[in-house]
Structure formats: C-alpha cells, structure tokens
C-alpha cells in the first residue's frame, strides 16, 4: 500500500520491517559456540590512519586484506567516500564493513531525499554508532567486529574533524588524528611523538601531513604482521576539505614514498 | 434494468472526482538535453520537483497529501531495493510498473476510501541517452512511457497542447534551450487549461488574438511569475556511472528566461 510514514526516512526501520539480517535481533542466527576457526573465513581490513591537515582531514590506508595468515587481497580499498562530506576508514572484518559502508551511503541519502536536507553531522554520528553496536553480537562471537573512524569537514566551524569508535559504538573526537586496524596499537605513541616534536598535524601542509602518515604506515607495516607496506603497491590516500573529497594522485605518493625511501635509515 | 450497484457509475464519479481536483494543477513538462534530463514546472509556495533515487526524479499535480504519500513510497521502495541489491537495480520500469501503479489502482479501485487525485511524471536517466525516459503516471494505476517529451496537465487537452507545442524530442538541445522550450509548453499548457471551459468564445475571438498570441504567453508568464516560481530540476548527466540531481530556480534561472518571447 501506499502509506508508509512509520518508516519515512529511516533505512534502519525499512530493514527492520522488511526482516532484513542487517538489523536482525542480537546474536539470534548462530549458536555461541560457533566460532571456532571463524577467523578462517572472515578477511580483514589491517591499519587505517586519519589525521588532520591545515585545510581538512587526510586518511591513508594500506593496501592489505588478510584472513588469519593468508593475505586475501592486496587492492583493498579501505577509506571510503560516504558521501560528498564524509569519509569512512574501515577496519576488522570486511564483509561488515562493506555492508555498513552500503548502509550509510543509502541511509545518508534516503534521509536527505526524504525531509529535502542533509542528516546533520550528529545525526550521521549517531547512525554509524548505530550499526557499530548492531555487531556487538557477532564480535563476541569472533566475527564481525569492525571499527571504523570517520572524517568530515565541518563548515559551521570551518574545520575538519576526526571520530573515532570502540567496538561499543561509543564515539571518540579527536584533536589530531586518528587510527584503528591491527596495525594501530603499535604506533599510537608515533602521533604524539610527531605532535610533540615536529608540529601539531593541523598545522601542517597536505603533503606534510601526507609524509608523517605515510611514515606512520611504514612503522605498522614493520610492526605489524598484517599490515601491507608500500614495496608492492601504493597506499590510498584521500583527502577532505570544504572543496569536498578528492583521491591523492599515485604521482603525488610516489613522490613523497621515494622522498621518504631516501631519508630512512633502514 | 436497476442495479443496487453499478461499477461503471461508481468508476466515473470517482473519475469526475479526481479530474476535478487536477483541473487547476500547474502543469509539468519533462524534456531531454544534451546534459541529461529536465522536469519544468511553476510553482506556488510547496516545492514540486523531487529527487527520489540516484538518476530518477518526480513531480505530480494533485492533492498535495496524496502527492506526499507517492513521493515517500518511490523513495522508499528505491532505496531498499538499492540496499538490497544495487543502485544498479533501480529503475522506473520497476518502481512505477511494480511498486506505485498497483497500489494505485486498488486505492482508485476501492470504494471504502476516498480516491488518490494524483498525476504524476517521473524522469529517469538511462547510463546513456538511449536509456532516458519519462514515465506518466496516473490517480487509477494507469501508467505510459516516453521518450524525449512528456507532459502532464489538468486536462487532456492541456497536455495535448503541450506536446504540440514541445515538437520533436531533440537531445542536442543545449540546457537553456531545453528550458525556454519547455516554458514555453508551460504557458501554452497552462493557459490551455485556463480557457479550455471558454471554447465557443476562444474561437470567436481567434482572428485577433493570433495576432498578439506571443504577448498574450509574454503576459501570461509575467502574472505567473509574480504569484508562483519557476521550478526546474535537472537529472545531469556526468559520465557513465554518475548523475546528479540540482533543483533550479530564482537567479540561475532568471537569464534563461529573459529572451524567452
């Protein structure tokens, strides 16, 4: 039939009512003890990083997606664009991530064509939170988990900004930048140490902040069993600033990783 | 012969109905261009051209409740299937053929509620220009493909000037071009509408309004334009994968239509 305002702008209430698996009940399909060997069939997403620049938010990620020891796929893409003022970096498991992905690109959109206005910047917080915690279930049963960070470019403030999550769905603001993915415990303590002696990342140029990332990749690579370097192929890197949302060339990180490649003592 | 129930008679009240509260609505004209696709209407103070997925757009005369509840289903019904399958995967065919004109026609069909007064036209933008179409349709279900033009209006005779006036569908018109044809069908349709329960005293006065047609359409558009507002959206089409939805009006506008008669 035609009357549909219970679920008028709300893609999470359409799913629900359609039955959809996205937004089934808590841990209601697989017994508890089904993990075993789960690790085996799920491919995740390694290290992400998200920091600020003088004009918006830079995010990098490595190229690598891994299932146990094996790598599975060395062109992942795993800093997505949402929409034209949201940017998405995915880590853990990349089946959820990429149905999250779908879910806010379509939910962001069926919101703004609904009620003829973009979801506010906390509205779009509150639906990534939303679906973080929808796979609380599956991560305590060893699959599923994924956390994310998001960027944007705020223009009431004229800055951009960076959130991160625990696998909870709580949400974190954060000054400079970001990380997540297995790689990102490791170099934690390189942010500040780049802060603290070099200069804060929102000081610096796009290709400043472009290098210190790019550096802080390498260090997880080392670090990190399954983070994926820059030897066999190019990180991905976008950047997002009041003009939107744009790929860093291949030329451009060429450039800096050659650059890099010299200065490092190996 | 007495029948406690007739269907025909109960059919064509309603039908009288529906037709009555189209009568006044301001018409909408669809029309392709080299950038994509254009849906041309005046408006009074509620918007009238909508996005509803990623290269498909509507707009409808009618009751502006009943207008509401088609605009949300198709919205609706678009992006689950988008989510479920792929954006891909939404088209008119499916979303008009599938979705609306069914729910349509039991509505109108249903003597229980009060009928849907609604017609509408949507625009969908094909990955090529081959692909374009414009879909109408209709308060009982009934629904029609175009290609190039399409038109909708309070009265037959309405869109039928409009088409008339549209001519042959023509993708390489420029965008502006594309506007100021459509307009122009506007006020052709619009004032069709207007005159239409006048017929014997038009014909009367033919000889001497042929002469000053193109001021009477100059006129016409100008005492529209003081109560109402130009309203365009534009389907634009960026390259193979991408399209975009802007909603036209005020000052971009305003230099389109300045040389218009």
Known sequence: ?266 | MHTPFDINEAIGHRKDYVEAGLRSGSPVVGICCEEGLLLVTVRRTQRKVYEIYDRQMFSAIGRQSDIENVRLSAIQTAHQEGFERSPDDVSLHRLVGFALSPALKKAFGDQMYVPVVIRGLFAELGRTVAGDCFFTLNYDGEYRQHTGIAAIGGTQSAEDRMLQVLGEPDSTLSRDEAIRRALRAWVAGARDQISAPNEDERDQDTPLKVVDEADADRVFLQEELKSGVLEVGFLQRRDKQDARFHLLAGDVLGSVISDLY
């Not at chain 1, 998200?50 to 992942?76: L, P």
């Not at chain 1, 399954?226 to 991905?236: E, H, I, Q, R, S």
Request: aromatic share 8%; charged share 25%.
């Open chain 1, 1 to 266: 039939m035609l009357s549909t305002t219970d679920t008028a702008g709300s893609l999470w209430k359409l799913l629900e009512q359609s039955g959809h698996p996205f937004t089934r009940e808590a841990g209601s399909l697989r017994p508890a003890d089904s993990h075993a060997g789960a690790g085996s069939i799920e491919t995740h997403g390694t290290t992400v990083i998200a920091v600020k620049f003088k004009d918006g938010v830079i995010a990098v990620g490595d190229r690598r997606a891994t299932a146990n020891f094996a790598v599975m796929y060395d062109r992942a893409d795993k800093v997505l664009a949402i929409d034209d003022t949201t940017l998405l970096a995915i880590s853990g498991s990349f089946a959820r991530a990429m149905d999250v992905v779908k879910y806010l690109r379509t939910s962001f959109k069926l919101f703004e064509r609904t009620y003829l206005q973009p979801m506010s910047l906390e509205g779009k917080l509150t639906e990534l939170a939303r679906v973080v915690k929808a796979g609380i279930p599956d991560a305590l049963q060893g699959i599923g988990g994924f956390i994310p960070i998001l960027a944007t470019f705020d223009k009431e403030s004229n800055e951009g900004r960076i959130f991160f999550y625990d696998g909870m769905g709580a949400r974190f603001e954060s000054t400079e930048f970001g990380a997540a993915g297995s790689g990102s415990m490791q170099i934690r303590g390189v942010f500040d140490y780049i802060v603290k002696t070099v200069k804060p990342f929102h000081e610096m140029s796009r290709d400043e902040a472009l290098k210190q990332a790019l550096l802080l990749l390498d260090i997880a690579a080392d670090l990190d069993a399954a983070t994926g370097g820059w030897a066999k192929v190019m990180p991905l890197a976008r950047t997002i600033t009041c003009n939107g949302i744009e790929e860093v060339p291949d030329e451009t990180l060429k450039a800096i990783i050659e650059q890099l490649d010299k200065s490092i003592s190996r």
